[in-house]
């Protein structure tokens, strides 16, 4: 069970409101760097080995993808064609396999081409970055390494793979001779068409994908005996198919926690979790893995057990490839499973109810930000300035507003009717809504909806009526007022609540959805990528700091210009008419095409 689908209603992409692996481990770093990375996004600049670590892994697995069992299989990795989008070149037989040596020789040729893709595409990437360390390079890599690290995940793979030979394939032999993969979701390989997720939202013109079965030869036999061909196959994990781009994630039924693992092998009777580091295990941040593991040995477990059915796991493991070793983890037992599950969600509580206030810098002694120097964002003419004198600087003018003065919480009364849902919101995630009307057939009208999916139940079941909302938050789309509604916002009816005082109380018109900010810019990202349909994506963003709290400005497809993407830490920027919007009950700025005027006033020279 490597994935599963989403819960109704729940979000198909990532979202940060979830708890997953990495951000129990950052949290566990510090709640404060958690908010920043996770509720606000912010961003610290690239190093190379951010880039690396994901396409050695990609790399790994597109290795354990190739079948020795195929006739006519290239020499070469079919992960690095494929990566080239390019046609592999057959050879005019299949490799003689007779000895585990045999498999590593024919294997490890296909290592250098490769490791050539990993570095050539880790290049693009980091050229392509917006945020990047100024004192490192791409070619501080060496393809050597990366080589080395290729063999290793190999070597580690192959000692699977001689285990499950000297145990004659293991207990799942015969299911495999019978119908091939005896699981509901595959083990990724070349030879075999990918499983999405969610199949039904991918257009016709994109159901196939890159894979071959024209050269495959079926390796089960009736033989008493497993050869190594067969224990080839059954070994495989499942992994990430990287021709998928759909989530590959396991989500709790209750919608509030995810995880996704890199590889899970199942030739045994239980199954082992392994997570694969392109690195020695030296790093400080080596701590965390302990912490990520046990989190993917819960979920499963939970998951399993809320679904009623039978589940074991043999052991969690991280594969440090540049050694190689593995680091072998301590499983979370059956009668440790409740208080974890309690632990857990206490975490996942305690950060949704964390107030914007988080991103305050402070404006005296040391910066704080994660991993961020100060030197690294400020211009250059800032430079040796203390962080007061760097504050005051920032202070905004007329009539450019401070960041925690945007507007946060507002309460409004009006006319609730014509609800629907669930729905896809702009983000693509099923959430409910209505039309709140000034009175009953009024004259303003807007749309309320869920700022989340389930982030208010109860929208969905009131009927018809005039009510009080209290802590709704304000937002725009598409130039439309409209009010979300999350955890923290109540619906009650107006014949229920008699405290209110007008004067506490937002006109539905008089609903304040732009703002003017001014900023120092001190983080960058750029992302893009495919929706379910396989449509693609992209956005852009920044995070300014005003010298006392920090905030998003995101700019979504045709929203990014040339004038936006040029922007660098250390401009100093003015936004007039940025759209608010909301993620995870924090504001987030967004930018019209149309209507929003961008302006850097001090392009930072030093950079």
Known sequence: MPYVKPPLGGPIGRSRMRLSASSLVSWERGKREWFLKYKIALKTPKNPEMILGILVEEAVIGLMMESPSSEHIPEKSIWANWMKNEEYTPTDSAPEINSIQDIKNWINKKVPEAANVVWAEGKQKWEESVYKREDRAWEDIDVELIENMLYGGIELFLEEVEQCFNKNGGPHLEKWRKNGDPFPIPAPCWHQEPKHPIPEKIPKHLDSQFFDKKYFKNPFTNDEKATLKEVWEITR??????????????????????????????????????????????????????????????????????????????????????????????LITPTELDKETVRLKKIWKEQQNMERSYS????????????????????????????????????????????????????????????????????????????????????????????????????????????????????????????????????????????????????????????????????????????????????????????????????????????????????????????????????????????????????????
Not at 255 to 274: N, T
Not at 443 to 466: A, C, F, R, Y
Request: aromatic share 10%; glycine share 10%.
């Open 360 to 607: 305050k810098c402070p404006t005296d002694g040391e910066f704080n930000l994660m991993s961020i120097n100060l030197e690294s964002i400020i211009p250059k003419r800032w430079r040796g300035d203390n962080l007061k004198e760097i504050c005051n600087k920032l202070e905004p003018e007329y009539p450019f507003t401070k960041i925690l003065t945007i507007p946060d919480r507002l309460n409004v009364k009006g006319y609730i009717s014509g609800k629907w849902g669930p729905l896809n919101n702009h983000f693509g995630e099923l959430v409910h809504g209505a039309l709140l009307s000034n009175t009953k057939g009024g004259t303003v009208n807007l749309s309320l909806e869920e700022s989340q999916p389930n982030s208010h139940s109860k929208l969905s079941e009131i009927e018809d009526g005039e009510y009080i909302i209290l802590n709704a938050m304000p937002g725009v789309w598409r130039d439309m007022v409209r009010l979300y509604v999350d955890e923290k916002s109540r619906i009650i009816p107006i014949t229920e609540y008699e405290k209110m005082n007008e004067n506490e109380l937002t006109r539905l018109g008089r609903i304040s959805t732009k703002c003017d900010i001014q900023g120092l810019v001190i983080s960058r990202s750029k992302n893009s990528g495919k929706r379910l349909d396989g449509r693609p994506w992209t956005m852009e963003s920044c995070h300014l700091w005003d010298g006392e709290a920090i905030i998003e400005l995101v700019a979504f497809g045709s929203a990014i210009g040339g004038k936006f993407s040029s922007v660098i830490c250390g401009d100093l920027i003015k936004v007039r008419g940025a759209e608010l919007g909301w993620r995870n009950g924090i504001p987030q700025l967004r930018l019209n095409p149309r209507k929003t005027k961008f302006d850097i006033i001090e392009k930072d020279s030093s950079n």
């Open 237 to 330: 994990p499942w992994a990430k198919d990287p021709r998928v781009w759909q989530p590959q994630r396991l989500y709790h039924q209750e919608g509030w926690a995810s995880g996704e693992m890199d590889l899970m092998f199942r030739w045994e009777e239980d199954a082992k979790i392994v997570d694969i580091k392109a690195s020695d295990g030296k790093s400080k941040y080596s701590a965390g893995l302990p912490v990520q593991l046990r989190f993917y040995g819960w979920l499963i477990q939970e998951i399993k057990k809320i679904s009623g059915i039978k589940f074991g796991l043999s052991g969690l493991e991280g594969w440090y490839l540049k050694i190689p070793f593995r680091k072998v983890v301590d």
